[in-house]
T-cell receptor, first 114, second 112 residues
């Protein structure tokens, strides 16, 4: 079984709809991240969480919200989806920091907003 | 704004050749550097990490780091068509945030 899973893997929705993307991990890591990736652009950090009670905005948090329900679960919500949120979304996890802290990525969710 | 820059490519090399991928970064305090491989439509997969100046080898891959020049590179020896992918350079931001800053990636095409 995969260590980091994301659901759904593909989603098509309409402008104005609320949508939630879910991430679960069995790696036992404290830290979890949400990124988006657009063609020709690097991975952009949306939100990150260092533990259940810690939520931090990344560089592109506008239009998104997150919930850290448990150590193993981190959800990303689009309250009112718009077409320019069409992208590939990745969840990642890492252990408790330090120089060698390494991020591991889930399989991604391809989101299309019409 | 801390930046990580990579040549977008495509970098085309013949099968069996050495592929050389380069990355520069702006944050002088960065101490951790990573190379990820990403096949089209798939998630990034870690292939190398490096923390000290010099070379680090793992199989056909060698990462090279020069902190004074703010430069990190990845060499792939005996390139195979299966190495064709986008290679992302990631640099850990200095300070308490522990965030990774990603380059836009270099597309490598290995020609059979």
């Amino acid at each position: 079984d995969a260590d980091v899973t994301q659901t759904p893997r593909n989603r098509i929705t309409k402008t104005g709809k609320r949508i939630m993307l879910e991430c679960s991990q069995t790696k036992g890591h404290d830290r979890m991240y949400w990124y988006r990736q657009d063609p020709g652009l690097g991975l952009q950090l949306i939100y990150y969480s260092f533990d259940v009670k810690d939520i931090n905005k990344g560089e592109i948090s506008d239009g998104y919200s997150v919930s850290r329900q448990a150590q193993a679960k981190f959800s990303l919500s689009l309250e009112s989806a718009i077409p320019n949120q069409t992208a590939l979304y990745f969840c990642a996890t890492s252990d408790s920091g330090g120089q060698t802290d390494t991020q591991y990525f889930g399989p991604g969710t391809r989101l299309t907003v019409l | 704004q801390k930046e990580v820059e990579q040549n977008s490519g495509p970098l085309s090399v013949p099968e069996g050749a050495i592929a050389s991928l380069n990355c520069t970064y702006s944050d002088r305090g960065s101490q951790s550097f990573f190379w990820y491989r990403q096949y089209s439509g798939k998630s990034p997969e870690l292939i190398m990490s490096i923390y000290s100046n010099g070379d680090k080898e793992d199989g056909r891959f060698t990462a090279q780091l020069n902190k004074a020049s703010q430069y990190v590179s990845l060499l792939i020896r005996d390139s195979q068509p299966s190495d064709s992918a986008t290679y992302l350079c990631a640099v850990r931001e200095s300070g308490a945030t522990n965030k990774l800053i990603f380059g836009t990636g270099t597309l490598l095409a290995v020609q059979p």
